[in-house]
């Protein structure tokens, strides 16, 4: 019994091998107003766009490090000898991060881009010089008023995220988002 079912398995198996296979009906074209406008898809960057790039990766190693210091002084909360020394590393990373986004920020020029893009392309570099501008002030206050110090970060490093999401949309990049630190508790 069993020899009889594999040898109909095996004939059958043979047989549909054998028959040749039918071409799909071609779909039929959509008319132009049916298509869906969407995100530009990702292409391969012009050598003026990626140095801007390069230029954004570098001055997005200094805004890292505006992050991990806020963070720091975040973590700490309201112990004393913990939050000196988490102010005293905000300091110094405000100093370190305004090296790598004047470097970065160098080679962002925003024609490298057209149109709406280019706007956003202004926009980011813009805050870019925000951000560096903010940098001596941070340096300066954060080991005095490491939470004023702080808050301003946030503020100006919320804005960055903001301007960032738009731009790497504009593009067709995914996009992360940046979760402020949140209030200290009473």
């Known amino acids: 019994m069993r020899g009889l079912v594999l040898l109909l398995c095996l004939t059958s198996a043979i047989a549909a091998a054998q028959q040749p296979v ?22 391969r960057p012009t050598p003026a766009q990626a140095r801007y790039m390069d230029g954004l990766k570098t001055a997005g190693r200094g805004i890292a490090q505006l992050k991990e210091g806020v963070s720091r002084v975040d973590m700490a909360g309201r112990d004393s000898a913990r939050l000196r020394k988490a102010a005293y590393i905000l300091s110094g990373f405000c100093g370190t ?15 490298a881009y057209e149109d709406s893009i280019q706007i956003k392309a202004r926009r980011l570099a813009q805050q870019v010089d ?12 954060a080991v005095k008023e490491p939470a004023t110090t702080k808050e301003q970060l946030v503020a100006a490093l ?15 990049l995914p996009n992360r988002a940046f979760t402020p630190p949140p ?4």
């Not at 008319?31 to 995100?39: G, N, Q, R, T």
């Not at 209030?183 to 009473?186: I, Q, R, S, T």
């Open 130 to 141: 925000t951000l560096i501008k903010l940098a001596p002030t941070c340096e300066a206050n």
């Open 158 to 172: 919320l804005v960055w995220e903001a301007v960032l999401r738009d731009f790497r949309a504009a593009i067709g």
């Open 97 to 111: 991060s305004r090296g790598f986004m004047v470097s970065g920020r160098g080679r962002m020029v925003a024609t």
């Open 22 to 43: 039918q071409p799909a009906a071609p779909l039929p074209a959509l008319p132009d107003s049916a298509k869906v406008e969407s995100l530009p898809l990702y292409q």
């Open 183 to 186: 209030p200290p508790h009473p």
